[in-house]
């Protein structure tokens, strides 16, 4: 919306106003993208308490788990069950206009993502609001939510496919270090590639979600990390000299990372232990959506693998805990999600935050160390 403001310059030119011809400012996205990301942390900030407060009002308290893990969490945290959950709202409103604010309205990337944000946050508020209303966490089944999952990434699929830009890309496999697609097209594979990235980067996200201010601190370098990525494959030169690919359109998805960012920092304000407010599902499904969703666009798919490393650990232990369980009766962790098990080693819950945020900075700056070995 702001960024047609830019036309000011050319009235500025004409009449010789130097105040007019600042407004040329507006067509960068550099500007625009720190632009979004202090106006998303100051949103979250003005607006934070607000929402916490009506939250509250609202009863939308923290569910309870099993009985089992509520004992144990129970002892390590001193019981959070009431803590308003569902405060994805706030971040998410943040997310959404500080983009509608500054992203140029004419790219369909931008209405992309804001679509997938929408959707995956509609999704994880159904999910909130029945696990509060039942007092459980048993919200939508599995089933269902992974077939709603699923029909997003055919939606995307079929965007990507349908785009006439972006189509002869769409198809195409790029792994790190390489030059070159390792693939050129994945043809019905490539539904199977989006859908693995989404669902797999929303549960992980999810999952990351257990302790204050660690999925929140996590998504703002994972975040910033994409819109370094998003800036330099929507820039032809940079992404000529830098040996990735070009992907038109995808610039401007930076301004929707650094929105994400401000937003993320600006919700850990609240979020920060002791949390005031936790992100619940209609946070951290869209969060990890959006993030899935910006790296098919800039073309750095499996990347977001390496750049979002905290959440594929976090995932990951839970997959190795019920195929190990599964299949030997016995756990590998003590308990999973892994910042679960080290606290159940003897780590405090604030020094499991920062070693993941520290982790979580260093696989950002891994990711992008890798766009110079190619």
Do not use: K
């Given at each position: 919306m702001l960024y047609y403001l830019y036309q000011l310059a050319d009235y500025g030119k004409e009449t010789g106003s130097d105040f007019l011809k600042a407004f040329n400012v507006f067509q960068y996205i550099t500007f625009r993208a720190l632009a979004a990301g202090v106006t998303a942390f100051i949103l979250s900030l003005v607006f934070g308490n607000w929402v916490i407060r009506r939250l509250i009002s609202l009863k939308l308290g923290q569910?309870?788990?099993?009985?089992?893990?509520?004992?144990?969490?129970?002892?390590?945290?001193?019981?959070k069950a009431g803590t308003p959950t569902m405060g994805g709202v706030l971040l998410l409103g943040a997310v959404i206009v500080s983009t509608l604010l500054w992203a140029r309205p004419t790219n369909p990337l931008v209405w992309l993502c804001l679509f997938t944000v929408i959707y995956l946050g509609a999704l994880g508020f159904v999910d909130d609001y029945l696990k509060v209303t039942k007092k459980s966490s048993d919200g939508i089944s599995s089933r269902l939510k992974f077939a709603l999952q699923c029909v997003l990434a055919a939606l995307i699929t079929w965007f990507f496919a349908w785009e006439p830009t972006l189509a002869p890309q769409s198809a195409q496999l790029y792994v790190p270090f390489s030059k070159e697609p390792i693939i050129q097209h994945l043809g019905l594979f490539?539904?199977?590639?989006?859908?693995?990235?989404?669902?797999?980067?929303?549960?992980?996200?999810?999952?990351?979600?257990?302790?204050?201010?660690?999925?929140?601190?996590?998504?703002?370098?994972?975040?910033f990390g994409f819109?370094?990525?998003?800036?330099?494959?929507?820039?032809?030169?940079?992404?000529?000299?830098?040996?990735?690919?070009?992907?038109?359109?995808?610039?401007?998805?930076?301004?929707?990372?650094?929105?994400?960012?401000?937003?993320?920092?600006?919700?850990?304000?609240?979020?920060?232990?002791?949390?005031?407010?936790?992100?619940?599902?209609?946070?951290?499904l869209a969060i990890g959506g959006l993030l899935g969703v910006v790296a098919i666009a800039s073309k750095q798919e499996l990347l977001l693998a390496l750049i979002g490393g905290v959440f594929v650990l976090e995932a990951g232990s839970v997959i190795l805990q019920v195929a190990s369980f599964k299949l030997t009766g016995k756990r590998i962790f003590k308990m999973s999600p892994l910042h679960h098990h080290f606290e159940l080693s003897g780590w405090k819950e604030s020094t499991v935050i920062v070693r993941f945020w520290i982790l979580s900075i260093v696989f950002a700056l891994l990711g992008l160390a890798t766009l110079k070995l190619r």
């Open positions: 569910p309870i788990r099993s009985q089992e893990e509520v004992h144990r969490l129970h002892e390590l945290h001193g019981g490539t539904f199977f590639l989006y859908l693995f990235v989404i669902v797999g980067a929303s549960n992980a996200v999810n999952l990351t979600d257990g302790l204050d201010g660690l999925a929140a601190g996590c998504t703002a370098t994972t975040a819109a370094m990525l998003t800036y330099a494959a929507g820039h032809a030169i940079i992404a000529q000299y830098l040996q990735i690919p070009f992907v038109y359109f995808s610039g401007e998805l930076s301004v929707i990372c650094m929105a994400l960012v401000g937003a993320a920092l600006g919700f850990l304000w609240w979020n920060c232990h002791p949390a005031r407010v936790f992100m619940g599902d209609t946070g951290s």
